[in-house]
């Protein structure tokens, strides 16, 4: 088993920047994907960034160039900064860890983008 707890969200402006944090219970890098997802009300649950054991990284278009994705072996940490906020990024934001066959989530962090 594996527990994925996020941390970080909050109230941001237009154009304000916010980091979240997603800490595992244990050394999972080497071998996972690590995603963060979001999911605004009556829509399904996207996928926003991921990162590999490689540290490749994929983003959802509507992110590129404003998001950035990274990860922290060591500390068994998995980020994600959020730069040029938009009120559409507004949303509840999961970890993910892809591993060993199953799939894991952090139990949500809401971030909002509200003048």
Do not use: H
């Amino acid at each position: 088993q594996v527990r994925l707890v996020e941390s970080g969200g909050g109230l941001v402006q237009p154009g304000g920047s916010l980091r979240l944090s997603c800490a595992a219970s244990r050394s999972i890098f080497s071998n996972s994907v690590m995603g963060w997802y979001r999911q605004a009300p009556g829509k399904q649950r996207e996928l926003v960034a991921s990162i590999t054991s490689g540290a490749r990284t994929n983003y959802a278009d509507s992110v590129k160039g404003r998001f950035t994705i990274s990860k922290d072996n060591a500390k068994n940490t998995v980020s994600l900064q959020m730069n040029s906020l938009k009120p559409e990024d507004t949303a509840v934001y999961y970890c993910n860890a892809d591993y060993n066959r199953g799939m894991y989530w952090g139990q949500g962090t809401q971030v909002t983008v509200s003048s």
